[in-house]
C-alpha cells in the first residue's frame, strides 16, 4: 500500500515516513500544498496522510477535496495543530491531533487504508 505524507515540518515528515517505511508501507512525501496536487494528480497513493496547516496556498482540507475529485474513495488522515479555518473533512476520513505518536498514525492507516488489488 502507498501512502502519501503531506507535512511542512521536517521532523514530523521524517519520523511519520519512517513509522510507515517501518510498518511495511511504500511512502510518497511532500512538504507543501502544491507538490501533493502534483502526486495527486498522478493518482500514486492509496492513502492521504496530510497536515491541514500548510505553508503557500494550498492547505490540507483542499489538497484532500482535489485529490477526491480524482480518486473519490481515497482514505485521508488529517493531522492538525491548530486550522485558522473551520474544519471541513472529506467524508470516511479521519482527524488526529498533534501532537501524536508515531504508533497513531500506522494504527489510523490500518483502520482507513483500503486493500489494494495485487498487480
Partial sequence: MRILVVEDDPLIREFVVEALREA???VIHAAN????????????????????????RVDGWQIAERCREQD??????????????????????LILQKPYDPADIVRAVKTTGRRTSPN
Wanted: glycine share 12%; with cysteine.
Fill in 24 to 26: 511495511g508501507y511504500q
Fill in 33 to 56: 500544498g502544491e507538490d501533493a496536487l502534483a502526486w495527486c494528480g498522478r493518482r500514486v497513493a492509496d492513502v492521504l496522510v496530510t497536515d491541514v496547516r500548510l505553508p503557500g
Fill in 72 to 93: 473519490p474513495d481515497l482514505p485521508v488522515i488529517y493531522a492538525t495543530g491548530f486550522s485558522p479555518v473551520e474544519p471541513r473533512p472529506v467524508s470516511g476520513s
